[in-house]
Nanobody, 129 residues
Framework: QVQLVESGGGLVQAGGSLRLSCAAS????????MGWFRQAPGKEREFVAA????????YYADSVKGRFTISRDNAKNTVYLQMNSLKPEDAAVYYC??????????????????????WGQGTQVTVSS
């Protein structure tokens, strides 16, 4: 069982930055690929970014490439999402998710939320124009 707790959300002006954190507990963090998803009111949950168990591979939605950066610190059992140049359309509840991969170097599908077994409760990001 993996517990995930997000933090760092809040209200920011367009063009500003936020850094989300997701602290994991309950199992060996380095056995999991980690993802960030978001869901705006009336919309489906969508993929934002993901990172492999060792941080060697990262993946981004086209809408956030060049603005968001995902990273992880396995010593701290934490994954981060640095969000720069925020836009009003980035406003959503952001969820952290864990996907068991083991310490594999084979590629896997990080984009599909159905592949993630554990989810945090979400943190709200609001971007004012």
């Amino acid at each position: 069982q993996v517990q995930l707790v997000e933090s760092g959300g809040g209200l920011v002006q367009a063009g500003g930055s936020l850094r989300l954190s997701c602290a994991a507990s309950g199992h060996t963090f380095s056995f999991y690929g980690m993802g960030w998803f978001r869901q705006a009111p009336g919309k489906e949950r969508e993929f934002v970014a993901a990172i492999s168990w060792n941080g060697g591979s990262t993946y981004y939605a086209d809408s956030v490439k060049g603005r968001f950066t995902i990273s992880r610190d396995n010593a701290k059992n934490t994954v981060y999402l640095q969000m720069n140049s925020l836009k009003p359309e980035d406003a959503a509840v952001y969820y952290c998710a864990a996907k068991y991969t083991g310490q594999t170097y084979f590629s896997t599908d990080y984009y599909n939320p159905a592949g993630y077994g554990y989810w945090g409760q979400g943190t709200q990001v609001t971007v004012s124009s």
